[in-house]
């Protein structure tokens, strides 16, 4: 990280907390730190991996490495089949990867994921999961969503002018030009989806001739090309591609762009009817996130689950599969001796460690790039004051700000007065080495301070209340689509089982040059979803079982 930056950065932070009268005082008072994920532990692969001979050689008949939402997903199906002699190995100290929780003051919050949009019927394997975690079930001839866990009204809210809109959509104030340009993306949309197929996940769309043009050039490209040009339509479409694929509209694909809106719930323009009952757009939460599903994942693998092994060498022979891993916590070097294995690691991990790795990998790991995200959980001792507008939601969005905002951790309660709370605040970095070297450097004070300074600007009494802030950097969090993914995702993969994307069993990733391996992470999807992640760790298990 430049000096230069770190310099400017300070001062932009200064003038603005002292705009939002922020003391000294009250940040020093902040207690805080960095928690969560293990660079160190992690950055063991950089080094030489060690020739001695293993401490302890363990056999088993599977072995899962990786124990985020794939390998979970894995470990799931190998037990449903009745298949028990497994183990799954995780580098960090719990399993869930991007998708666990944490708590803070005791009340739970996320390190990362904190939704999961009501899966369509092309994620049926996500919607057998929900059924058989009691969120979903079939009444008169309905599937009725456990009405706990949807997120709670009001959920979304935008901070634009002053003042607090509902939606994320900008409306205030905005003109004719703006609309008209907002019912023509919302045309353009509905032409999409018409034309082809976009589904989640991703190996059960159509991958038509009109999407693979799309995955030729940029979001912000084809949007120009369409005299799309409006700043806040912009802005909008730049923030939905940030949310969920880490990098903004100048870096994603066309395809992305679209497949955010046309895979789910469309774009309705104000004033615009929906095609559907709303459902489409409901997601389901919890205080801890998406770790609450993690959590249920991981709950019945007991001692399979072995947690703080960094796999550093996997070597498939005629026999079977052979995979070496540290121990974090006390350096101890293991071996595993397994007929099989299931490698639920993103693509360039998968690369350093395998052995004689296949082609279809290491095309995979050329094309990828992926986003680093900054996520703080921010702990108040009481409610902020609120701003003139709509209510406080879920999902409270700054206009124009670097952050995607924040969700409250204890929307979901309830509790009849508004008390303490944990607001999880994210930042998409994007792509590029340099940010991932900047999170990897800057202090939390300054985090702290730059977060502080941005949501300050709606919640001038943030700093006073804020008693703990615990930041979670996720250097390599997700795999951004960028033009030319799905080209690369359809000819990985193959076409789709079935042109419905009914209820045919998803195809594991196993390779001729890899026949012992099953592949199983969100990077071969080229865009990091639950529902990516869970359907090709599922299909993974299933053809090992």
């Known amino acids: 990280m430049s000096t230069g930056w770190r310099r400017r950065s300070l001062l932009a932070a200064g003038a603005a907390l002292a705009a939002a009268g922020c003391t000294p005082r009250e940040l020093r008072e902040i207690e805080g730190g960095f928690v969560g994920a293990s660079d160190a532990r992690g950055h063991l692969l950089r080094a030489p991996w060690p020739t001695r001979a293993p401490d302890v050689t363990r056999t088993v008949h599977t072995v899962i490495a990786g124990g985020g939402i794939a390998g979970l997903a894995a470990a799931r199906a190998l037990r449903l089949a009745g298949h028990d002699d497994f183990a799954l190995l995780e580098l960090e100290d719990a399993a869930g990867g991007n998708s666990r929780g944490m708590e803070l003051g005791g009340m739970a919050c996320p390190m990362g994921a904190h939704y999961l949009p009501l899966p369509g019927d092309a994620a049926h394997e996500v919607q057998d999961l929900l059924e058989e975690l009691g969120l979903r079930q079939r009444v008169a001839g309905r599937w009725r969503y456990d009405e706990r866990s949807l997120c709670h009204s009001p959920q979304e809210r935008l901070f634009l002018g002053g003042q607090w809109q509902d939606g994320l959509l900008p409306q205030a104030g905005v003109g004719t030009a703006t609309l ?103 997601v389901l939460t919890w205080p801890e996130g998406n770790g609450w599903l993690a959590a249920r994942l991981a709950a019945p693998l007991g001692e399979r689950l072995h947690a703080g092994r960094v796999v550093g060498r996997v070597a498939v022979g005629r026999h079977g599969v052979v995979v070496d891993a540290l121990h974090g916590p006390s350096g101890r070097l293991e071996r595993w001796q397994a007929r099989q294995a299931v490698l639920a690691l993103p693509a360039a991990v998968a690369l350093r460690v395998l052995e004689r790795p296949p082609a279809a990998l290491r095309e995979l790991a050329a094309g990828l790039r992926s986003a680093a995200w900054l996520v703080a959980n921010l702990q108040l001792r009481a409610p902020l004051d609120d701003r003139p507008g709509a209510a406080p939601s879920w999902d409270n969005v700054l206009y124009g700000a670097p952050g995607l905002g924040y969700v409250d951790a204890m929307h979901q309660s309830l509790r009849p007065v508004p008390g303490p709370t944990v607001l999880t605040y994210y930042r998409a970095l994007g792509d590029s080495a340099a940010v991932r070297q900047r999170l990897l450097d800057t202090p939390w004070t300054d985090w702290r301070d730059a977060i502080l300074a941005e949501l300050g600007a709606a919640h001038p009494d943030l700093a006073a209340k804020t008693e703990r802030i615990a930041l979670v950097r996720h250097g390599h969090a997700m795999a951004v689509p960028r033009p030319g993914m799905l080209r690369q995702v359809a000819r990985l993969r193959g076409a789709p089982q079935d042109g419905s994307g009914g209820r045919a069993p998803a195809p594991a990733l196993v390779f001729d040059d890899a026949p012992r391996l099953a592949f199983a992470h969100a990077d071969w999807s080229g865009c990091s979803l639950f529902e990516e992640a869970f359907t090709l760790g599922h299909a993974a298990g299933r053809a090992l079982a």
Do not use: K, M, N, T
Request: glycine share 10%; proline share 4%.
């Open 180 to 282: 008209v340009q907002y019912r023509r993306f919302g045309a353009a949309v509905r032409a999409s989806q018409r034309a082809a197929r976009y589904a989640i996940p991703v190996r059960r769309s159509a991958f038509a001739p009109a999407q693979l043009a799309q995955d030729a050039l940029s979001f912000d490209a084809w949007l120009d090309a369409q005299g799309l040009d409006d700043p806040r339509l912009r802005w909008y479409l730049d923030y939905c591609c940030r949310d969920d694929y880490g990098a903004g509209s100048a870096s994603v694909s066309a395809w992305a762009g679209l497949h955010y809106f046309a895979s789910r719930h469309g774009f309705q323009a104000p004033g615009e009817e929906g095609d559907g009952d709303g459902e489409s757009s409901a």
